[in-house]
C-alpha cells in the first residue's frame, strides 16, 4: 500500500498522507483545498450534508455519498483543467 493518496485533477501534483483518524485506505481519492473551493457551493453542501448523514445513520446512506461524491469529483476535475 502507498504512504500517499492520490489528488483526483489530472495535472496536480498534490497528494495526502495520513491524517490523525483519518487512515489511508485502498481506493481512497481526495480534494485539495484550492479545487474544493473552485466547486460549487450547493454542490460541496449536498455533499457535505450527505457525509454527515452517512456517518450518522450507517452505511444504507453511503451509496448516496459515493453517488454525491462522484459529482464532486467530476465538478473537480472539470474546472481544474478548465472545462468549466
Known sequence: MSDRVPYVVPGCARTR????????TPGMEWVCHDHWQAIPRPIRSIYSRAKRRAKR?????????????S??????IERGIGIR
Open 17 to 24: 498522507g495520513d491524517r490523525k483518524g483519518d487512515r489511508i
Open 57 to 69: 445513520l450507517g452505511d444504507h446512506w453511503w451509496p448516496a455519498a459515493n453517488r454525491l461524491w
Open 71 to 76: 459529482r464532486v469529483k467530476r465538478e473537480a
